[in-house]
C-alpha cells in the first residue's frame, strides 16, 4: 500500500524567510496530495492541493510542487508571518472518490520566531 | 470548524472503561470518519461511513465502536479492550463530489487516568 514519508519533521525560521517542507510516497498510482495545516488544539485545515496532471500550484504565499518521476511533493511558504507557525501534514491519496484511502505524513511543525 | 461539532474537548478515562466521544455535523454530509492522531505521527483512519447504518474498518479499528444511526451523527466508542488510548481524536467529513477534502472537526483528547 502507499507509504508517505515527511521532513522535516520540526523546522523553525525567521519571519520573512521561506519554508520548504518535503514529502514523498511510494505508490505511483497515486492521483492527489493535498496539503493540511493544523494549528494548536485545533482540527487540519486544507490549504492547498495538487493534481498528478499539474507540476505547481500557487495561492499567494503558499505553493506546491510535484515531481511524479521522483515521487515526491513538496509545500512552499514563503515571507513565512508569525501566523503560519502550526503542524503540517502531506498526504497523497489514489482515486479522487475515497477519502478513507488518504494516507498521511508524520507532520512537520513549523515554528516563525518574530 | 465548519458544521462539524465534536465533544468533550478533553476526556479522561478509568482502566477498564469505556467512552464515548461525540461527532456532529450539520452539514448533510453522508461520510464521516474517526483518526487517531498521536504525537510525530500522521492521523490513522479508525472507521468510516458512507452511508447512514453502514460503517466500514480503518487501518485500526481493534479496541473502537461506531455507530451511524443518524446521518449527522457518528459517535466513536474507545472500549476496555484498547489498552493505549490516549490520544487527539479527529472527526471529520467531506462534500458530495470532493471526497479528497476533508473537513475535519476540532477533536477531542482522551488521556488515561
Known amino acids: 500500500g502507499e507509504n508517505v514519508e515527511q521532513h522535516p519533521s520540526t523546522l523553525s525560521v525567521q519571519e520573512g524567510d521561506s519554508a520548504v517542507i518535503k514529502c514523498t510516497y511510494s505508490d505511483s498510482a497515486s492521483n492527489y496530495f493535498p496539503w493540511y495545516k493544523q494549528e494548536l488544539g485545533k482540527g487540519p485545515q486544507l490549504i492547498i492541493d495538487?493534481?498528478?496532471?499539474?507540476g505547481e500550484k500557487k495561492d499567494q504565499r503558499i505553493a506546491v510542487t510535484l515531481n511524479k518521476t521522483a515521487k515526491h511533493f513538496s509545500l512552499h511558504i514563503t515571507e513565512t508571518q508569525p501566523e503560519d507557525s502550526a503542524v503540517y501534514f502531506c498526504a497523497a491519496i489514489r482515486g479522487m472518490d475515497s477519502s478513507y484511502k488518504l494516507i498521511f505524513g508524520s507532520g512537520t511543525r513549523l515554528l516563525v520566531r518574530p | 470548524d465548519g458544521g462539524i461539532t465534536q465533544s468533550p474537548k478533553y476526556l479522561f478515562r478509568k482502566e477498564g472503561q469505556n467512552v464515548t466521544l461525540s461527532c456532529e455535523q450539520n452539514?448533510?454530509?453522508?461520510?464521516m470518519y474517526w483518526y487517531r492522531q498521536d504525537p510525530g505521527q500522521g492521523l490513522r483512519l479508525i472507521y468510516y461511513s458512507q452511508i447512514v447504518n453502514d460503517f466500514q474498518k480503518g487501518d485500526i479499528a481493534e479496541g473502537y465502536s461506531v455507530s451511524r444511526e443518524k446521518k449527522e451523527s457518528f459517535p466513536l466508542t474507545v472500549t476496555s479492550a484498547q489498552k493505549n488510548p490516549t490520544a487527539f481524536y479527529l472527526c471529520?467529513?467531506?462534500?458530495?463530489?470532493?471526497?479528497?477534502?476533508?473537513?475535519f472537526g476540532s477533536g477531542t483528547q482522551l488521556s488515561v487516568l
Open positions: 452539514l448533510n454530509h453522508d461520510a
Open positions: 495538487i493534481r498528478s496532471n499539474v
Open positions: 471529520a467529513t467531506h462534500r458530495m463530489g470532493s471526497a479528497e477534502k476533508l473537513f
